[in-house]
């Protein structure tokens, strides 16, 4: 059974900062491009970014030089470092795996950037 649990989420001032981690089980891990996505209120889901097997990484232009992502295979995990978040970063943040086979989501875990 595959699961993608992401953790990290809250309420946090503009400007601040918070990671997002996401554990993955019952994939083979190292195979899977990692992303993770948003989606705000009354919003389709966006791209946030993407982290290939390779640690290529792709962003969105809105949070190009303030968000990182990262991979450790090791732990089976991805992570988003999140720095100088605005207002609109405000979203349910989805953990994403693919893979040429198929493709898996988490159930979210609510950013709130709001003074």
């Known amino acids: 059974q595959v699961q993608l649990v992401e953790s990290g989420g809250g309420l946090v001032q503009p400007g601040g900062s918070l990671r997002l981690s996401c554990a993955a089980s019952?994939?083979?891990?190292?195979?899977?491009?990692m992303g993770w996505y948003r989606q705000a209120p009354g919003k389709q889901r966006e791209l946030v970014a993407t982290?290939?097997?390779?640690?290529?990484?792709n962003y969105a232009d809105s949070v190009k030089g303030r968000f990182t992502i990262s991979r450790d295979n090791a732990k089976n995990s991805v992570y988003l470092q999140m720095n100088s978040l605005k207002p609109e970063d405000t979203a349910v943040y989805y953990c994403?795996?693919?893979?040429?086979?198929?493709?898996?989501w988490g159930q979210g875990t609510q950013v709130t950037v709001s003074s």
């Open positions: 994403h795996a693919q893979r040429h086979i198929g493709d898996y």
């Open positions: 982290i290939t097997s390779q640690s290529n990484t």
């Open positions: 019952g994939i083979t891990f190292i195979f899977y491009t």
